[in-house]
């Protein structure tokens, strides 16, 4: 079944066209990746499937459900990891964890173990009562990830999930996204890291302008067009390229 | 929108609130206290009576007015607009099923429930200082909550409109200070020329003054006007904060 089936999908920002007549299907299970240069419409195509803004056009489902129905199920089921931090500064680690539970009708009683679990699975077990202003990017980002599994999300949607971080760390998190894989858990993230795309998805749409330049996966890139995935980038959104040098 | 989900978010802010209050709630009697001391007995050793009250006990409920006034205005303005803009809290809702409806109704409710917190305290405080005649207006409470949503209305629909933090400074200046000097706390309108009353007809805290003074000087019935303008006010403002928020928030 697909998880997600977009359709001639259109967003328009005032004149601004920032994701124009693309299609795609994501399948359960599938990781799959959006690449591209900023303002390439990746950040939009994403927030589009979490039902954060409404497509200008076309027809999106997620899990068979259309994006411009009932948005309240179909985000109970997904976890979003975002690309800015939007934790709660005030409160503690643990505390993000059981008052965002709650968004989703989780009750304390089970909001508290899961939270302890996931606190264990992203190595902030020590943190707990931390504030989140004492804690580390490196933390931050962890943190988001574990608050985006909270829900027991069958979609997990990773907007750059480790810019910014140490390579240690960057790791961590794939060590964590593949595990998430194995567990079928589906994922759609973006990234400009060509390594990451590479280890973690299993199709990458290279976007351009808005555009879905092409769907498929790693390897059979670096088949056709030869060299890594870094070399197709490159060679797929180099007309971009060289107009901004211009 | 549903209660459920709206509630939701007014837990969220409550959580956060019983973390930070000890700094805050403090520092908001401060003010209300100050104008007491400084107008009540320093103007009030002039001007001994206002229409045969003290002239203290005269401004008491009107103090309790206007701090139930600022406490939600400067919760549902700088508060909504850090929460929305700088600490990204509306991202972070609007990723699960809390939608945009729900989490206004929510940042409504909560700026409605410090009016009621506020009122509350405020009132505690004065019946001990002696200056509240009637134990009645503890009736007065749930119309707090009334016309806390009407200032968490119009604070909320600032923060829609806002272009940055800095501008709540004219939303403070133009719109609440003269509300405060100018909606019967200090002084009976009526030794000001009769537009001065006209305008004052649409001042929220006008009516809210009106009801906290005949509540806490027994007479219920001289507010019943004052508490239907609150009732009706509340329901014609509703539509905008929702509108104007989802304008600002949904792209």
Same mark, same amino acid.
């Given at each position: ?20 007549n693309?299609?795609?299907k ?18 939009t ?6 039902c954060?803004m409404?497509?200008?056009s ?5 899990f ?15 976890g ?11 409160l ?9 539970a ?22 902030l ?8 202003r ?18 027991n999300p069958?979609?997990?949607i990773l ?9 240690r ?9 593949? +595990? ?12 400009h890291?060509?390594?990451e ?9 290279i976007m351009?302008s808005?555009?879905?330049?092409i769907i498929?996966t ?8 030869g060299?890594?995935?870094e070399d197709? +980038?490159?060679?797929?959104t180099?007309a971009r390229?060289s107009?901004?040098?211009? | 929108?549903?209660i ?8 969220r802010n409550?959580?956060?609130y019983?973390k ?7 520092? /908001?009697f ?7 001391? $400084? #107008?009540?007995?320093g103007?009030? $050793?002039?001007?001994k009576?206002?229409n045969?009250?003290?002239y203290i /006990? ?21 508060g ?5 803009t ?7 809702i609007l990723?699960?099923?809390? /939608?945009?409806d729900?989490l206004v109704?929510?940042?409504?409710m909560?700026?409605?429930a410090?009016? &009621?917190?506020?009122?509350t305290?405020?009132?505690i405080?004065l019946?001990?200082f002696?200056? @509240?005649e009637?134990?009645l207006? @503890?009736?007065a409470?749930?119309?707090?909550? !009334? ?7 119009i604070?909320v ?31 009976? #309108?009526? &030794?000001?020329?009769?537009v ?10 006008? *009516? #809210? &003054?009106n @009801?906290?003074?005949s509540f806490?000087?027994?007479?219920? *019935?001289l507010?019943i006007?004052? @508490? !239907? ?5 509340? &329901?014609?403002l509703?539509p ?9 928030i949904?792209k």
């Amino acid at each position: 079944m697909d998880i997600v089936h977009a359709r001639g999908l259109v967003k328009d920002y005032g004149a601004l066209r920032a994701v124009d007549n693309i299609d795609f299907k994501i399948s359960k299970g599938e990781c799959f990746g959006f690449l591209g240069p900023n303002g390439a419409g990746k950040t939009t195509a994403m927030g589009i499937i979490y039902c954060f803004m409404l497509p200008t056009s076309g027809e999106v489902k997620v899990f068979g459900i259309n994006v411009r129905g009932n948005s309240a199920e179909i985000k109970s089921k997904i976890g979003v990891m975002p690309q800015e931090n939007n934790l709660d500064p005030d409160l503690t680690v643990f505390e993000n964890l059981i008052v965002y539970a709650r968004y989703f009708d989780i009750p304390k009683r089970d909001s508290s173990p899961r939270a302890w679990e996931l606190l264990d699975f992203v190595g902030l077990k020590e943190k707990a009562h931390v504030r989140i202003r004492d804690l580390s990017g490196g933390m931050k980002r962890s943190l988001l990830l574990a608050r985006a599994l909270i829900n027991n999300p069958e979609l997990l949607i990773l907007d750059e999930p480790t810019t910014g971080l140490d390579p240690r760390s960057r790791h961590s998190v794939w060590d964590k996204l593949n +595990y998430l894989k194995s567990k079928k858990t589906t994922l759609i993230l973006t990234t400009h890291y060509m390594e990451e795309a590479e280890k973690l998805c299993d199709r990458v749409a290279i976007m351009n302008s808005g555009k879905i330049v092409i769907i498929e996966t790693p390897s059979r890139l670096m088949n056709i067009h030869g060299g890594n995935l870094e070399d197709v +980038y490159l060679k797929l959104t180099g007309a971009r390229l060289s107009e901004e040098m211009h | 929108m549903k209660i459920k989900k709206a509630f939701r978010v007014w837990q969220r802010n409550f959580t956060v609130y019983t973390k930070l209050y000890k700094s805050s709630l403090v520092l /908001n009697f401060v003010e209300p206290v100050l104008y007491l001391l $400084a #107008l009540g007995f320093g103007l009030g $050793a002039f001007i001994k009576e206002i229409n045969g009250v003290p002239y203290i /006990n005269f401004i008491a409920p009107g103090i309790i007015a206007s701090s139930t006034m600022f406490a939600t205005a400067s919760e549902c303005s700088y508060g909504t607009y850090v929460r929305m803009t700088y600490q990204k809290t509306f991202d972070a809702i609007l990723a699960t099923p809390v /939608n945009i409806d729900d989490l206004v109704a929510g940042e409504l409710m909560w700026g409605a429930a410090k009016s &009621v917190l506020y009122g509350t305290i405020i009132m505690i405080v004065l019946f001990m200082f002696g200056l @509240i005649e009637s134990p009645l207006l @503890i009736l007065a409470i749930p119309v707090l909550f !009334v016309s806390g949503l009407i200032f968490a209305e119009i604070s909320v629909i600032a923060a829609a409109l806002v272009p940055g933090i800095d501008s709540f400074s004219y939303f403070f200046t133009i719109l609440l200070t003269p509300m405060f000097l100018f909606s019967g706390i200090f002084f009976p #309108l009526d &030794v000001l020329p009769p537009v001065a009353s006209k305008i004052a007809f649409f001042s929220p805290l006008y *009516h #809210l &003054v009106n @009801i906290c003074r005949s509540f806490s000087s027994g007479s219920l *019935h001289l507010a019943i006007w004052d @508490i !239907v303008w609150i009732l009706a006010v509340v &329901v014609l403002l509703a539509p905008f904060p929702f509108r104007l928020m989802r304008r600002r928030i949904i792209k």
